[in-house]
């Protein structure tokens, strides 16, 4: 029989032309790590509460794969994301007999009009292997925070949502991610159907607004957010009244 082995893991889940889900992200991260051949989960939890890494220009090993682009004129700036042992992450011991495939798997918790995203992903390990260096095994979760709300007057109706990169990021035009690259508007629903188109302008540290006209009646919103270099998209739905 083969002898068991300790194999130890660190996994960080990175935002999609972001940073790592840290701090200022709805709730991290919930790490699954599973054996493929037999279903068992070998370990799971919440990723700790580190920081979200830092920005650099220049390489480094420590830092990820998946860098962030910012699409300035004449030629895009690129920024490397980088990791240290206080930045946010999951670490798990388990052991192995034998080459093993895993699949590493992460829920990304977010409010009810949203909802929960997932991610995962398979790769071999070895026994006795140890995967914790930094950055680590870095996740790539796709999308954008997007936050409601909504404030409905007799039939004036103003819409406003909060959008970021997953990682709580801010669009502002002094950060990588600025408002030039996003586009955000609000599709109305009444009775099942489209109703309206509403464009959602930016204002000020991610803040999109817009503003219609509705009669009396109970409509659902679907706020739609779209960055258009990397193809990240949220979106948020929710009922609202018109009294």
């Not at 709580?168 to 188109?197: M, Q, R």
């Amino acid at each position: 029989m083969a002898k068991s082995q300790n194999t130890s893991l660190t996994v960080r889940v990175q935002a999609k032309d972001g940073m790592f889900l840290g701090p200022d992200s709805y709730g991290g991260a919930i790490i699954s790590i599973t054996d493929l051949s037999s279903g068992k989960i070998l370990a799971s939890g919440f990723t700790n509460d580190g920081d979200s890494g830092t920005r650099s220009e220049s390489y480094t090993p420590a830092a990820t794969s998946s860098p962030i682009m910012t699409p300035t004129a004449p030629f895009p700036t690129y920024y490397l994301v980088v990791a240290s042992s206080a930045t946010v992450n999951f670490t798990a011991s388990f052991n192995l007999t034998g080459p093993t495939l895993l699949e590493i798997s992460a829920k990304i918790p977010l409010p009810e009009a949203q909802g929960d995203q997932h991610v995962s992903q398979t790769q071999w390990f070895i026994p006795g292997q140890a995967l914790s260096s930094e950055p680590g095994f870095v996740m790539e979760v796709p999308g954008l925070w997007v936050q409601p709300e909504i404030i409905a007057t007799s039939k004036a109706v103003k819409i406003r949502a909060k959008v970021t990169m997953m990682c709580g990021c801010e669009i502002n035009d002094n950060s990588p991610w600025i408002p030039a690259d996003f586009k955000v508007n609000t599709h109305i629903y009444f009775d099942g159907k489209l109703l309206e188109e509403v464009p959602m302008d930016f204002d000020v540290n991610s803040q999109f607004g817009g503003e219609t006209t509705l009669k009396k009646g109970k409509y659902l919103a679907g706020i739609q957010a779209f960055q258009k270099s990397t193809g990240n998209m949220g979106v948020a739905k929710f009922d609202f009244v018109v009294k």
